[in-house]
């Protein structure tokens, strides 16, 4: 009897060599793309320093009336190391976060100032950050400008002026700095410091510059591995964090050059507040500190003000009530989030609202201390 040969193999070769080949497919497939990834994650480094100071910020032209700007096209570097930057002099109706942005030969949002105090004229200066600034608010929505049109309707007998030299981003350091070399020219009878979770941080565009182009790292691993840790950063916060507060806490984790080694940090945020309550003695202006929301830091950063001797104030009680009285139940940031006490749209900044609150609840503390009246009778 004639044996038989072995069965034919079926169409396309054995399945051990079809299994083969479809591993080979699928390992090749993940393997572009991850050096896929991988080139994206090296482009977004490329990416992000062209925002640092000595890449984005020198050289930019100044934006024509009516443009659109980014905040790197707003400011300018400065030649003082403990300011960084400033907002360029001489913008003219460019539109910044959708809001109208105009601002004076000094480089402060504020109309022009003659350097000189006119006789009877009583100046305030407010130093702060992008809240103070109005970040997502018209001028003359933010607070301080609000504050101002309440003191002129109450106390017409003085000239009062106001400077507001805030800029997106700063920090205390910053901001003392800014007053010392740039604001007292102005002779201060007041000022106002804005206080803000970000003012232990290092300041926007203040990080080293990484080459994206190394062999000796994996940017995607870090890129995984900082999106894991924010993940699980998040969690252990839990669901109430104010969005802004782990923006902050990232930021304070940044690579710092070392020539900005002392804008940031517990130790040079007291350090700035005790050169502030020097200024206030030596040139003889009041001195309030005013924060907004109740930041993890906002305690322990008012208690430093008060341990120097300085007048502090707080609208988060006037939040919590505000947002209580009207969803009838306890305050969360949740609800803050969803509430008009912010710009909205991804922008977490007091909205119109909140700048209005905030301007009623800083004339009625001005009003208490007797500044105002007590500067308005030495005008007259």
Not at 94 to 105: A, C, K
Not at 149 to 176: D, F, K, Q
Not at 233 to 261: C, H, L, M, N, T
Not at 298 to 306: C, G, K, Q, T
Request: net charge negative; with cysteine; aromatic share 6%.
């Amino acid at each position: 009897m004639q044996e038989s040969g072995p069965a034919p193999l079926p169409a396309g070769g054995a399945p051990g060599s079809r299994l083969r080949l479809k591993l080979a497919l699928a390992l090749g497939t993940v393997l572009a793309c991850l050096v896929g990834l991988e080139v994206l994650a090296r482009v977004e480094v490329a990416r992000r320093n062209r925002t640092l100071i000595d890449a984005a910020l020198h050289g930019r032209p100044t934006p024509p009336p009516g443009s659109v700007v980014s905040l790197g096209d707003s400011v300018v570097p400065s030649s003082n190391d403990r300011i960084a930057f400033e907002l360029r002099p001489g913008l003219r109706d460019v539109v910044f976060r959708g809001q109208p942005l105009t601002t004076n030969s000094f480089g402060f949002r504020s109309g022009e100032i003659p350097v000189e105090e006119p006789e009877g004229a009583v100046t305030i200066v407010g130093i702060g950050d992008s809240i103070q600034f109005g970040y997502g608010v018209r001028r003359e929505e933010s607070y301080l400008e609000r504050m101002a049109t309440a003191i002129r309707a109450a106390h017409p007998g003085a000239s009062w002026r106001l400077v507001n030299t805030a800029v997106p981003g700063y920090n205390t350091v910053m901001e003392v700095e800014t007053l010392e070399r740039k604001a007292l020219r102005f002779s201060p009878d007041i000022v106002v410091v804005g206080v803000c979770g970000n003012d232990y941080a290092p300041p926007q565009y203040v990080r080293e510059a990484i080459d994206p182009w190394r062999l000796d790292r994996c940017f995607l691993i870090h890129a995984a591995r900082t999106r894991l840790g924010r993940l699980a950063e998040d969690r252990a916060d839990g669901p109430d964090e104010v969005p802004i507060q782990a923006i902050v806490r990232r930021q304070q984790g940044d690579s710092v050059p070392d020539r900005y080694s002392q804008l940031h940090g517990s130790e040079a945020y007291r350090g700035a507040v005790e050169r502030l309550k020097e200024l206030s003695e030596e040139h003889g202006f009041r001195l309030l500190a005013f924060a907004i929301n109740d930041y993890p830091e906002a305690p322990e950063m008012m208690d430093v003000f008060r341990e120097f001797g300085v007048e502090t104030l707080h609208l988060q009680p006037g939040l919590v009530r505000d947002l209580e009285s009207r969803t009838g139940r306890p305050f969360s940031w949740q609800d803050y989030a969803a509430s008009d006490l912010i710009v909205g749209g991804g922008n977490t900044h007091p909205s119109v609202r909140q700048h209005g609150m905030a301007a009623e609840l800083l004339t009625s503390k001005l009003t208490e201390l007797g500044w105002l009246e007590e500067l308005a009778g030495d005008a007259r």
